[in-house]
Nanobody, 117 residues
């Protein structure tokens, strides 16, 4: 089993920044993919970004490319999502997920990000 705990969400004005953290514990493997998803009210959950623990195979949704950066700290078993130039449309609950390739078997509980205009 893998446990994921997100933190770092909050309220920020448009144009501001936040950094989300996702701490992984339990049975984690270096070959796992780490990813962030988000779900806005009334919308389906959508992919945001993913990476491997080695830092390669990093990929972003077009809507966040150039503004968000995903990174990992192997020593801390923690993945980060640095979010800059935030927009009101980035408001959502952000979820951390992990698994093999694009099959995400484990999910965190989510952290709320609210961007005011």
């Amino acid at each position: 089993q893998v446990q994921l705990v997100e933190s770092g969400g909050g309220l920020v004005q448009a144009g501001g920044s936040l950094r989300l953290s996702c701490a992984a514990s339990g049975r984690t493997f270096s070959r796992y993919t780490m990813a962030w998803f988000r779900q806005a009210p009334g919308k389906e959950r959508e992919f945001v970004a993913r990476t491997s623990w080695s830092g390669d195979n990093t990929y972003y949704a077009d809507s966040v490319k150039g503004r968000f950066t995903i990174s990992g700290d192997n020593a801390k078993n923690t993945v980060y999502l640095q979010m800059n130039s935030l927009k009101p449309e980035d408001t959502a609950v952000y979820y951390c997920a992990t698994g093999i390739a694009n099959f995400y078997a484990y999910w965190g509980q989510g952290t709320q990000v609210t961007v005011s205009s």
